[in-house]
């Protein structure tokens, strides 16, 4: 069977009664993806792209018009004769999706449409070490309450909920099994935040720095970069890996831990229990403590703050804050090279308080990254700040909802479920 009779025989088989949920779901999948890659596309267009055939593509968006997650965008004329094509784009304004973090001193929302709509955006300051689970999983449950009513009076109710974790996270039962920072273990967040909120819409879970990492892929400074890698600029040092175009899991969903590299075996002790992890190097409270001794770092006090004081005194001449932020800068290049080197991205994307400074930062660890990484200038890896500064894995967590929902659009396809009384 030629690709051409591939596409044919799918695309009789969706427009038949008798076709299945399976490829209903598929082909209307197709259909979202490709609009959210374009900002809008006449049906015309959509079946040249997907291979489907017009007259199922009119269907399709048939449904997607009447379910209200595409709109049409008024009118094209092709050429002197001919009918006028209607271009639709992505719409379900009335389809949320809402992303939260939850890291060592804060907590931060990110609640959007179907569409990528921003509907609402907030950081609030917490000490989420020190409060323990439980207390920590209430103050979540509180935010994520209060955004979820921002959104419905914006109109938009939440079909999907994403929590990002600096932590080693089994996805797919939404259970945190090893938050060294947070001193966190095999903890249910997806059934206790579910159960808590009273949601009857999906909960998932995944570590902060794969979230972010699907944020800059998506929509970040390195958008659409097949080979790119994130790095949190947090207390902790996580690592988010896209690999052509695909964020890498492992075995298990645990790749990515970066910040626990070893790379001073005689050096601090990191809050994994071990010795000179590259997170006690270039990690903010690392940098506060030799930038600011005279402040001891404290978790409560927001890191966009901190790292803003630092950002003055250095554009200030401070030369103490000027020497630690090159020494940083030189053990970020370090370990840089060796995600380089077993990598080979195309760029290192740094987010945090990494992007806040990146001034003064980069240019340090970019000439120890050129100096230590084997395939020399070959190697064509650089450098580049996020734009999304510390709302990058929360950004990302609302996209894998947006993805989830465009992956299996008959989930959204009947009513949207509404969250339970608070």
């Not at 088989?13 to 949920?21: C, I, Q, Y």
């Not at 209200?68 to 949320?96: K, W």
């Not at 894995?393 to 959204?412: C, E, F, K, W, Y």
Request: charged content about 20%.
């Amino acid at each position: 069977m030629t690709r051409v009779e591939h596409h044919v025989t799918r695309a009789a088989e969706a427009a038949s009664p008798t076709s299945s949920p399976m490829l209903r779901q598929t082909n209307l999948s197709l259909v979202l993806r490709h609009l959210r890659d374009h900002v809008s596309r006449s049906r015309a267009d959509i079946a040249e792209a997907t291979g489907l055939h017009r007259a199922t593509v009119s269907n399709l968006v048939a449904e997607l018009l009447e379910r209200r997650l595409v709109r049409e965008t008024g009118t094209e004329h092709v050429g002197a004769i001919g009918r006028p094509r209607r271009p639709v784009a992505l719409h379900g304004a009335h389809v949320g999706a809402l992303g939260l973090e939850i890291n060592v001193d804060y907590i931060s929302v990110h609640g959007s449409d179907l569409s990528g709509r921003v509907l609402v955006e907030r950081r609030v300051g917490f000490d989420t070490t020190a409060s323990g689970p439980d207390r920590s999983l209430r103050r979540l449950s509180r935010v994520a309450s209060e955004a979820v009513e921002a959104m419905q009076r914006a109109g938009a109710v939440p079909a999907g909920l994403g929590v990002a974790v600096p932590a080693l996270v089994d996805v797919a039962r939404g259970v945190v099994t090893f938050a060294p920072n947070l001193d966190w273990h095999d903890l249910p967040l997806a059934a206790r935040l579910s159960a808590t909120l009273g949601l009857s819409v999906p909960v998932m879970v995944d570590n902060d720095a794969n979230l972010a990492a699907l944020a800059e892929h998506t929509s970040g400074v390195a958008a659409g970069t097949p080979h790119l890698v994130y790095l949190t600029g947090e207390v902790g040092v996580g690592g988010g890996i896209i690999v052509d175009g695909k964020l890498l899991r492992g075995a298990d969903g645990f790749s990515g831990e970066v910040g626990h590299l070893s790379v001073d075996p005689g050096g601090a002790r990191c809050g994994c229990g071990r010795h000179g992890c590259w997170e006690t190097k270039v990690g903010l409270a690392a940098l506060v403590r030799t930038a600011m001794p005279e402040q001891p770092y404290q978790p409560v006090t927001d890191p966009e703050e901190r790292a803003t004081e630092i950002a003055r005194g250095l554009a200030a001449g401070d030369r103490r804050m000027l020497a630690a932020v090159a020494e940083v800068g030189r053990w970020l290049g370090l370990g840089g090279s060796i995600v380089a080197n077993l990598f080979n991205p195309r760029v290192i994307v740094v987010g945090g308080y990494f992007a806040t400074l990146a001034e003064w930062l980069l240019p340090h660890a970019q000439a120890e990254l050129e100096r230590l990484v084997v395939a020399g200038p070959a190697a064509q890896c650089r450098f580049t700040a996020s734009d999304f500064g510390f709302g990058a894995a929360s950004r990302g967590a609302a996209s894998m909802v947006i993805n989830q929902l465009i992956d299996h659009p008959t989930t959204i396809m009947d009513p949207i479920p509404r969250l339970a009384a608070y």
